[in-house]
């Protein structure tokens, strides 16, 4: 079955384009033109990814981008821009985007980033594990505090699994690229530390366990526990 991909796009030419190249290349595709109509269709069809352009003609996409977040929606969400500014960039992924795209882009970049999106929000999830105060149960779209559910986004869960296989050890950021955001290359943005900024926040008091280990990377510890 053929995961199901949300375009919001203006350009007429680029959905177009888009759309033919997903539909090969083994995805179905449902486009709306502005954000409204992007946004029912997010809430009614829950796609498996959304491409989202920043640039609508109703509703800026970073508003969008909030709103669907604070809705629930957790899919992963791929921001295209021709805001190329690393400040932009940020922004986009403070919003809830996973994955951040500038115009102009190739296709392949785009193919290769939506299907490492999907890949990692699709794969099985821990069936249960426990750290500390945390709880990761597979039924669960975020982790438990102390025994209240917090939802996460998929690359935030990611992160969060990825820490809690590997608690106590020090992750290094291009581990941490490949492992959750599927890079063999640094984007070139604060990527990691945005997501870990967006998780610490979610987790409230808890969030002491994810550690930062200067010039090296990050770990989940107890700030009890001895190096």
Known sequence: ?????????????????LERGLTEDGFEVVSAHDGG???KYLMERRPAAVILDLGLPD?????????????GLLVPIL???????VESRVEGLE????????????????????????????RPPLTLTAFADLTLSSDAQGVFVWGKLVLLSPRERALLELLTANRGE??????????VFGYAFDPGTNLIDVHVAHLRRKLGEASTLVQTVRGLG???????EQD
Do not use: H, W
Not at 1 to 17: C, F, H, Q, Y
Not at 59 to 71: E, K, S
Not at 218 to 224: I, M, Q, V
């Open 170 to 179: 020090v992750l290094g950021r291009q581990q941490i690229l490949e492992d």
């Open 79 to 85: 921001v295209l821009t021709a805001r190329d500014a």
């Open 37 to 39: 109509t992007g946004l």
């Open 1 to 17: 079955m053929a995961s199901l991909v949300v375009l919001i796009e203006d350009n007429a030419r680029l959905t177009g384009s």
């Open 59 to 71: 509703i800026d996409g970073i508003a969008l981008l909030r709103d669907a977040r604070q809705r």
């Open 95 to 122: 919003a809830g985007a996973d994955d951040y795209l500038v115009k102009p882009f190739a296709y392949p970049e785009l193919l290769a980033r939506l299907r490492a999106l999907v890949r990692r929000s699709q």
């Open 218 to 224: 990050y770990r989940l510890k107890r700030s009890d």
